[in-house]
């Protein structure tokens, strides 16, 4: 079946600007995160959602950022005035559920292609 | 919060030889280590998992083993090919009942030279 997508792949823009990045998680996935990776970096947590639960925002960086999940489908990762050290590939990531799950495939993340931001 | 050491940072072997991948956390509720491969512009995908309640595990090619008292487990991976040339990411989480969010090292480069 279809994997994770993720949309724009590439997005270009300029200090101060606001952007929105989207997921599509895999169906029927209860568990969605987001992730940061700078340039040669390791993956960085962000925030993720479960069910309907209240999401854990633990590693958003700052008030720029800002999460949105609708039920258990497409989440959008809101980065406002965006600044250069934004620069990143954001990653989003689903699972079955959210870990404590009896097989690896209940445990197991699967990532999207990620979405390339460069903040001029 | 969790803190993931992984070390080293890179690794250069031949064609054939294994490589280890170490890597230590801090959080003892921590009950679930998964590992990732990165190709170069690719997604992270899993090799392998293992739970706390297992010492090791081994799938073809790649086994993990933890380590609990010591808060550490390890990647190796035997008979190494240049396919096997990518970015290692090691992660651990709390699973159920905590923070299910996986809090990654920082990724191993390895180089498998033909």
């Known amino acids: 079946g279809a994997g994770v997508s993720q949309s724009p792949s590439n997005k270009v823009t300029e200090k101060g600007k606001d952007v929105e990045l989207r997921c599509d998680p895999i169906?029927?996935?209860?568990?969605l995160y987001w992730y940061r990776q700078r340039l040669g970096q390791g993956l960085e947590f962000l925030i993720y959602?479960?069910?309907?639960?209240?999401?854990?925002k633990s590693g958003l960086p700052s008030d720029r950022f800002s999460a949105e999940r609708t039920g258990e489908s497409v989440s959008t990762l809101t980065i406002q005035r965006t600044q250069q050290e934004d620069s990143a590939v954001y990653l989003c990531?689903?699972?079955?559920?959210?870990?404590?799950?009896?097989?690896?495939?209940?445990?197991?993340?699967?990532f999207g292609p990620g979405t390339r931001l460069t903040v001029l | 919060g969790e803190n993931v050491e992984q070390h080293p940072s890179t690794l250069s072997v031949q064609e054939g030889d294994s490589a280890v991948i170490k890597c230590t956390y801090s959080?003892?509720?921590?009950?679930?280590f998964p590992w990732y491969k990165q190709e170069l512009g690719k997604r992270p995908q899993l090799i392998i998992d293992?739970?706390?309640?297992?010492g090791e595990k081994k799938d073809q090619r790649i086994a993990v083993t933890l380590n609990k008292t010591a808060k550490h487990f390890s990647l190796h991976i035997t008979e190494t090919q240049p396919e096997d040339s990518a970015v290692y990411f090691c992660?651990?989480?709390?699973?159920?009942?905590?923070?299910?969010?996986?809090?990654f090292g920082k990724g191993m480069k390895l180089t498998v030279n033909p």
């Open positions: 959080d003892s509720a921590s009950n679930y």
């Open positions: 293992i739970r706390s309640n297992v």
């Open positions: 992660a651990a989480s709390k699973g159920k009942g905590g923070s299910e969010k996986l809090v």
């Open positions: 959602f479960q069910g309907n639960s209240a999401p854990d």
């Open positions: 169906s029927g996935h209860t568990a």
């Open positions: 990531a689903s699972s079955r559920s959210s870990g404590g799950g009896r097989t690896k495939d209940d445990n197991e993340q699967f």
